[in-house]
C-alpha cells in the first residue's frame, strides 16, 4: 500500500498564497502519478492538478492554471501544491492521491487517498 499525508493548509485572506505538502511512503515504486484534489461543501470532489511520477510531466484543471503549480520531489517522496492568489471559492478540503496509471482528471485511476487538509481563504 501507498500512505499519503496532506500538510500545509490553513486560513489566508484572499489574494495570499499557501503551500500545501503530500508525503508519500510505502510502496512507492507502485506510484505512477500523484494527483491533488479538492472538495468543498456540498459539491462534489475536482481535479486541480497532477504530476507523473519519474519524469514530473504535470497538467492541470483549466481553471487552476496560472494560479497553482505542482511540483515534486522523489528523493524524498514528497510533491508540493504551491497556490497564488487564492480566493474564497478556493476554500475546500485538498487531498492529495496516488494512482499506478498515466493518470490525470480521473478520480478513479487513483487507488490512494489522503486525509486531506482544510484550506480556507477568507475575503
Known amino acids: 500500500q501507498v500512505q499519503l499525508v496532506e500538510s500545509g493548509g490553513g486560513l489566508v485572506q484572499a489574494g495570499g498564497s499557501l503551500r500545501l505538502s503530500c508525503a508519500a511512503s510505502?510502496?512507492?515504486?507502485?506510484?505512477?502519478?500523484v494527483g491533488w484534489f479538492r472538495q468543498a461543501p456540498g459539491k462534489e470532489r475536482e481535479f486541480v492538478a497532477a504530476?507523473?511520477?519519474?519524469?514530473?510531466?504535470?497538467n492541470y484543471a483549466d481553471s487552476m492554471k496560472g494560479r497553482f503549480t505542482i511540483s515534486g520531489d522523489k528523493a524524498i517522496n514528497m510533491v508540493y501544491l504551491q497556490m497564488n492568489n487564492l480566493k474564497p471559492e478556493d476554500t475546500a478540503v485538498y487531498s492529495c492521491?496516488?494512482?499506478?496509471?498515466?493518470?490525470?482528471?480521473?478520480?478513479?485511476?487513483?487507488?490512494?487517498w489522503g486525509q486531506g487538509t482544510q484550506v480556507t481563504v477568507s475575503s
Open positions: 504530476i507523473k511520477w519519474n519524469d514530473a510531466r504535470t
Open positions: 510505502g510502496r512507492t515504486f507502485e506510484i505512477y502519478t
Open positions: 492521491a496516488s494512482s499506478p496509471y498515466d493518470s490525470g482528471s480521473i478520480t478513479h485511476d487513483y487507488n490512494f
